[in-house]
């Protein structure tokens, strides 16, 4: 299995009503819920073994868009000068500002961080 980022939710399973959860970012090249058993099965003095609620893959598994240039010449409009992209692969739509760097995804795609073929 290749290396994924994973934010996974997780809590102590001894938790108490109210007590709060938190989110932890790891690769990891095996399943949230080995790494979890993992960690329960080498508790250190003091430490409470812990429960996986959710997760969820944010690198790895996740296609990045191919970005196409729509426009010949660079648009100014409002002092600002950006470029229009369509990705070749999914249609969403964003705009890169100045010279250089990341497409900002339009609105309507502003979730859809990874391409959805």
Known sequence: MSKKLYNMLVNYKDAKPG????????????SPEEIIQEFNNTLLPNERARKLIDYEILEG????????????????RSGMQYDTYRCKECGA???????????VLDKKYKKQIYCKE
Do not use: S, Y
Not at 21 to 27: A, F, G, I, L, T
Not at 95 to 103: A, W
């Open 19 to 30: 007590e709060p959860h938190w989110w932890e970012e790891n690769w990891l090249d095996c």
């Open 93 to 103: 739509t964003g705009k890169r500002f100045g010279l250089g760097g990341n497409i």
């Open 61 to 76: 598994e996740n296609k990045p868009h191919t970005w196409r240039k729509t426009n010949l010449v660079t648009i100014l």
